[in-house]
Every structure is written in C-alpha cells, then in structure tokens.
C-alpha cells in the first residue's frame, strides 16, 4: 500500500502566521486530500488536489485562508494562513491507494496560541 | 446529500467479548464504505473496506462487517476484543464525484472504543 510521509507531525504557532504542511507520497497518484480533524470531531474535508490545476475546496473552505500546492504526482502542500485559535486541529493528507481504500498521513497536529 | 451517522459516541467491554459497532449512511447511489481506526495520536488506519459484491467483508486485526443495504447500515464486529483495540473507530462512505471511478469520503463523527481488562 501506499506510504505517506507527512510534516510536521506537530506545532505550536501564534496566531497571524502561516503553516505549511507537506505530505510526500512513495507512489505517482492523481488526487491528494486534505482533511482538518478538530479537537474531539470526526474529519472534514478541505480540498483535493489534482495535479497540474487549481485545487477544488469544499463548503466553508477557501483558497486564500488553505493554499495548496500540487507541484507534482508525489508531492503537496497545505497552508493555514492567518492562523487563529479555531485554526488548532490535527490536519491530515490522504491518497486513494490504487483502488484499495484511502491511505492516510500520520497527521500534523497544530495548536495556535 | 451524503451523510454517515454513528449512533454510539462511546462503547465500553470489557476484553474478551464481543463488539458490534453500528453506523448508518444516507446516499442516493450505491455506496462504497469504509471502517478506519484511529489509535491516540495516530493517523487513520484503514479496517476493511466495501465496493461490491459479498456484503460480509472480512478486514485486517479479525474486524468484519456487514453491508445491509436494506437497513443503509455497515456494521463492524469483532468476536472477542483485545485491549489493543481501544480506539476511535471511524466509518465512512465513498461518495462518487466525476462520475467515474473517483470518488471522495465523508465521515461518521466516530464511536470511542474503551476496553476494560
């Protein structure tokens, strides 16, 4: 199965700065997602990330407050932007594992002081 | 719209017994579904999954569960529970958003798993 590297596995950051978090893949694969886990809640997703186009943000998310970046069919990018208090979730990346189910990252859990 | 409902927030058995986690979903179409586990600290780890075909579906750690469709319900079971499964449990449903094969997950709100010895 697929093998997600995913970092940092945790912050702590103030509020007003950004975090980037990167999830690396050990195969090509076409969609990436990123999903928020708040404290305590199941998991919502945030966006997929197709390589080669814009990413496509669900309900309740934008662009400019979760930049991603999908530079290649390994490799992305999430960004919490402006980062406040609510910010504060455990944010994994996930990849569709040749049909086989969904594959998830360790995580990186963000606590915004 | 999709949506998955775990009715139980929180399950306690004591080891050795058996464990029935429910889960119910609301989708139009025939859905693809999902148990994943979700130990302290860690990432999602998925149990056993259903695309088609013989509704008992046999997972990873001796986990099984039962697509019903007439009841909307994926039930996940295990005949005697070990200590080593205490745990969020997490269901899901495939719903499919291109029309072909790709499709993305919603997920229930999770059932914790305590297990007394």
């Known amino acids: 199965s697929a093998v997600i590297s995913q970092k940092p596995s945790r912050d702590i950051c103030q509020r007003g700065t950004s975090l980037t978090i990167q999830c690396q893949v050990d195969?090509?694969?076409?969609?990436m997602f990123w999903y928020r886990q708040q404290p305590g809640q199941s998991l919502t997703l945030i966006a997929t990330?197709?390589?080669?186009?814009?990413?496509?943000?669900e309900s309740g998310f934008v662009i400019d407050k979760f930049p991603i970046s999908r530079p290649n069919l390994t490799f992305s990018t999430l960004t919490v932007s402006n980062m406040s208090p609510e910010d504060s979730s455990i944010y994994l990346c996930?990849?569709?594992?040749?049909?086989?189910?969904?594959?998830f990252g360790s995580g990186t859990r963000l606590t915004v002081v | 719209a999709q949506s998955v409902t775990q009715p139980d927030i929180h399950i306690t058995v004591s080891e050795g017994a058996s464990l029935e986690l429910r889960c119910n979903y609301s989708?139009?179409?025939?859905?693809?579904l999902f148990w994943y586990v979700q130990s302290p600290g860690q990432g999602l780890q998925l149990l056993l999954k259903?695309?088609?075909?013989?509704?008992l579906v046999q997972g990873i750690k001796g986990f099984e569960a039962e697509f019903k469709r007439s009841q909307s319900s994926f039930n996940l079971r295990k005949p005697s529970v070990h200590w080593s499964d205490a745990a969020e449990y997490f269901c899901?449903?495939?719903?499919?958003?291109?029309?072909?094969?790709?499709?993305?997950?919603?997920f229930g709100k999770g059932t914790l798993l305590t297990v007394n010895p």
């Open positions: 996930s990849v569709d594992d040749r049909g086989n189910g969904y594959t």
């Open positions: 899901a449903v495939g719903v499919d958003y291109s029309g072909g094969s790709n499709y993305k997950l919603t």
């Open positions: 195969s090509q694969v076409t969609m």
């Open positions: 259903y695309f088609s075909g013989d509704t």
């Open positions: 990330a197709n390589q080669g186009s814009e990413a496509t943000y």
């Open positions: 989708y139009g179409a025939t859905p693809y």
